[in-house]
Each structure stands twice: as C-alpha cells, then as structure tokens.
C-alpha cells in the first residue's frame, strides 16, 4: 500500500542530498511518496511515481515532524500561582518542583493519565511526533514506576528522573540528598529499569551536585539505560563536563556556558538541548546559541513542557523564541527542533524525509517553513502523519460539531 502526497509547495526533508544542497534540502513543489510507514521516494510534482493514493497538499509546507527530546509530562496540578509570582519579580528555584511532587502522588492513575494525553493530543496537533517523556515527579519507588509506565503507553522514549530533586521530609525520617541519591541508583533504579530507556539527573546547585549526579548516571548506564542530563540551568555548573565525559546522548539547558563548556560540547557527541520555553516562563537570560552553533556542536530545541519552568507544548513556538531571542536562523531552528533533537534521542529513524525516514510528516498551512517563526502564535500546522498514517489521535480529539 502506497500513498503520494504531491502538490506540496516546499519540502524540507533534512537531506544535504535533496533539492537545494542546504542542510534542509529544501524541494519546491515536491512530492513525497510512503510505503509501509516510511518515506520511499521525494521528488518534483512533475515526475512522480504510481502510488495506490494521493492527497493533494494544495501548495501547503511539509516539514518532519518535529522531536521534543525533553518534557516532563507526568503531574498532576498547575503552578499558575509561582508563574504569576515570578511575572511580579520572584525568582526561579526549582523548589516548585516538590508542590507538583504532592498533586503528583495524590493523583489516581486515571487522572496522570488523562494529563499526559491532553498534552500530549496538544503537542501531536503542533506538529510534535516524538516526544521523550520523564518521570521525576513522583520521588518514591512506586510513583517513579507509576510515572514511567504511564509515559510509556504513549511513547517509548522514557527517561527515568528520580534524581529531580530530593524529597520533602524533615527531622530523623527526612531525606538529605545523599541517602537519597542512594535510594535512586539502588532499589528506585532497579524497579524503574524496566520502563525507561534513558536515566537522567538534575545537576544543580540546590539538587543534585556533581558527585551525586554521576553517581546517578553511572548506576544508570551500568543498569543498561542511556544518560541524558540537566546541566547548567540556573547556574555554571560541571553538569556540561560530566555530560561530555559519559557521552550523554545530550546536556539539556546549557543556559550557562563557560567557553571550555561550549568546547567540549563541540568536540564530543553530545547535543547541547536548548529549551527557550523555560527562559521566557522563567524570565530569565537566553543560552548563547550563536557560540555553541559557532563552535561546531549539535544544537537541539525541546519544550521542556512542565508545570512550572515552561508549560508549553508547542515546539513552532520554541522555535520562534529561538529565532527571536538567540539569534538562530530559522533554518537552524527548524533543523535543531526536529533533526537536532532526533540527535539527542540517539535516532536515526526521524527527524527527517529521507528515503527509508519513519514518514513523519507535519503540513503546515504556509507557503515555506519561514513562517514557524515570522507567523508566531499563529496555528499553522493543518495535518500530522505519523509513521504514514494521519494522525487518528487528532481525528478522535477533534470537538464535533
Ligand atoms: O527542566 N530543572 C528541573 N526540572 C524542570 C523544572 C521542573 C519544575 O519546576 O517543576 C526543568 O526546567
Ligand atoms: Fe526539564
């Protein structure tokens, strides 16, 4: 069974090897050809193959589906209340994080549930097509394990974040952070493994310092899971060193950077993880994207959706901020938000429309992807396939009429 999209008015398959040479490998009035699922052929409008169906793209953009390789998905409640302090002038500490711990915990699965698919229905419509999700804000061994096995009915990149922060407790029964870090790269690990692919762990001042942290990657690795990290986030910190020296498949916030920091990102495998969604909830300074796009690193965006550092699902709208505030082209946007970010979940499989992709497919209602960051705020993204098929979880959430 083949099906031909043809009439589309610009293609960007991420394929240096396609159309116009540039790293989008951009096609005008393209076609695209998909068979079991995945890409079979791109082209001109003009020389298309026989195919079993067509859809006509009317001239709209088609662009890979993008990849947001960092959210926190899992929780229960709101942090409206800490955003509007933090509009008034209160800083960012993280300590929000164990008020989304309790509304966590005391939620039925049905309700995580139910959270999870509302965001993740949101994302889908936005054009998001891979999504990594983590646990972290449940922080003991069953509600680590519940977290997990809930994001993993709706993808299966599962980070485990035990290591988000230490829990709540006082007196003799309270935790400090290194029994807990124990309690993380022991019995919470063991019962996590099973559902997770990745291990990350907050490296931060306030969280978990350098020591802990790669005390929590290394028991991960060991245990068979991929590390990822966050680094650098509310202070320069060795979370981009340690990222580099354990080969984390990416350092997620970077936001900041010491020039050897942007250094050893350049020279290693590591994506540095861009997540502008939490500098403008957060109102706080932009990473340097210019220095580490400069110095030759992999850059990807995420949303790092959450309910407290960025409660935003929308990766056009990361992209627009990435393009506004860190002085990245729209192209280098487009790219880090679907191929960068197929980068720091280690696939190769998407993040674009090369011949044999997963045919993961955004049309967005625009004459070229330009408009992702000219047209902010603007719903452009009309129709989602994912692995061939439009996407029957946006046909079911669509409201009837
Ligand atoms: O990536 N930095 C740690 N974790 C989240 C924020 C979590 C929260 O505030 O609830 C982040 O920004
Ligand atoms: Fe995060």
Do not use: I, Q, R
């Given at each position: 069974m083949s099906l031909l999209i043809e009439h589309i008015g610009e293609l960007v398959t991420n394929d240096p090897t396609r159309g116009d040479g540039s790293p989008l490998g951009l096609i005008r009035d393209a076609a695209l050809v998909i068979e079991d699922g995945h890409v079979a052929w791109v082209g001109s409008t003009t020389s298309v193959p026989a195919a079993d169906e067509r859809i006509d793209a009317g001239g709209r953009t088609a662009i890979p589906g993008f990849v947001d390789?960092?959210?926190?998905?899992?929780?229960?409640?709101?942090r409206a209340a800490e955003f509007a302090a933090r509009m008034a002038g209160a800083p960012y500490t993280g300590g929000g994080i164990r008020t989304t711990v309790a509304a966590t915990r005391a939620a039925s699965d049905t309700k995580l549930r139910t959270n999870v698919a509302r965001l993740h229905r949101e994302a889908l419509s936005q054009g998001t097509t891979t999504i990594e999700i983590k646990s972290?804000?449940?922080?003991t061994v069953d509600d680590e394990v519940r977290s997990l096995r809930i994001a993993g009915e709706f993808t299966s990149e599962t980070t485990f974040l035990g290591a988000h922060t230490v829990p709540a407790g006082s007196g003799a029964d309270g935790w400090n952070a290194d029994r807990y870090t124990e309690l993380v790269c022991g019995e919470m690990l063991a019962a996590a493994r099973p559902y997770a692919r990745w291990i990350d762990v907050f490296c931060e001042r306030g969280a978990f310092d350098e020591a802990q942290s790669r005390a929590v990657l290394t028991a991960g690795i060991k245990a068979g899971l991929l590390p990822r990290i966050h680094a650098n986030q509310l202070t320069a910190g060795a979370g981009v060193q340690l990222a580099v020296e354990l080969d984390c498949a990416s350092a997620d916030h970077c936001t900041h950077l010491s020039p050897a920091d942007v250094e050893a990102l350049a020279g290693s495998a590591t994506v540095a993880t861009l997540l502008p969604g939490a500098e403008f909830s957060t109102r706080s300074p932009y990473p340097d994207a210019r220095a580490l796009l400069d110095a030759g690193a992999t850059v990807a965006l995420a949303t790092?959706?959450?309910?407290?550092?960025s409660y935003t699902s929308s990766m056009p709208f990361c992209l627009a901020l990435a393009v506004r505030?860190?002085?990245?082209t729209p192209a280098e946007a487009l790219s880090s938000a679907t191929a960068g970010g197929a980068r720091a979940l280690r696939r190769?499989?998407?993040g674009h429309l090369g011949i044999g992709a997963r045919a993961d497919i955004a049309l967005l209602d625009?004459?070229?992807?330009?408009?992702?960051a000219y047209r902010p705020g603007v719903k452009l993204v009309s129709t989602v396939f994912v692995g061939g098929l439009l996407s029957k979880e946006l046909l079911d959430g669509e409201p009837s009429s």
């Open positions: 390789s960092h959210s926190h998905l899992v929780f229960a409640g709101d972290g804000y449940g922080l790092d959706c959450n309910p407290g550092s505030e860190m002085t990245m190769t499989d998407v625009a004459p070229s992807y330009l408009h992702l």
